[in-house]
């Protein structure tokens, strides 16, 4: 199985970037398509981006779009998540997921998850 683990979180102003980086260990990372979340206090889990194996493929969720970019380097068994335009509502906890098969935006069919970055954005 493959073990993740996310960084690059932080605190910003509204307005700033981030990105946020996910290191994969383990069986050949291609084999997975990938996968951020990010869960805010009091709230459920929700998706924000997923990428295909070989990164050909790509959704967002719609108020990501425009300012957010998913993007791996499978040479480096990474994935990245670039944020721009952070606004104070994407102060969440963000979660990296890899699932075999095609990208999803579904949670429940994600079977490995990292343990979270912490990104907070001030107003």
């Known amino acids: 199985q493959v073990q993740l683990v996310e960084s690059g979180g932080g605190l910003v102003q509204a307005g700033g970037s981030l990105r946020l980086s996910c290191a994969a260990s383990g069986p050949t990372f291609s084999s997975y398509a990938m996968g951020w979340f990010r869960q805010a206090p009091g709230k459920e889990r929700e998706f924000v981006a997923t990428i295909s194996r070989y990164g050909y493929s790509s959704d967002y969720a719609i108020f990501v779009k425009g300012r957010f970019t998913i993007f791996r380097a499978n040479a480096k068994n990474t994935l990245y998540l670039q944020m721009n335009s952070l606004e104070p509502e994407d102060t969440a906890v963000y979660y990296c997921?890899?699932?075999?098969?095609?990208?999803?935006?579904?949670?429940?069919?994600?079977?490995?998850w990292g343990q979270g970055t912490q990104v907070t954005v001030s107003s």
């Open positions: 997921a890899a699932r075999t098969g095609g990208l999803s935006i579904s949670s429940y069919e994600y079977a490995y």
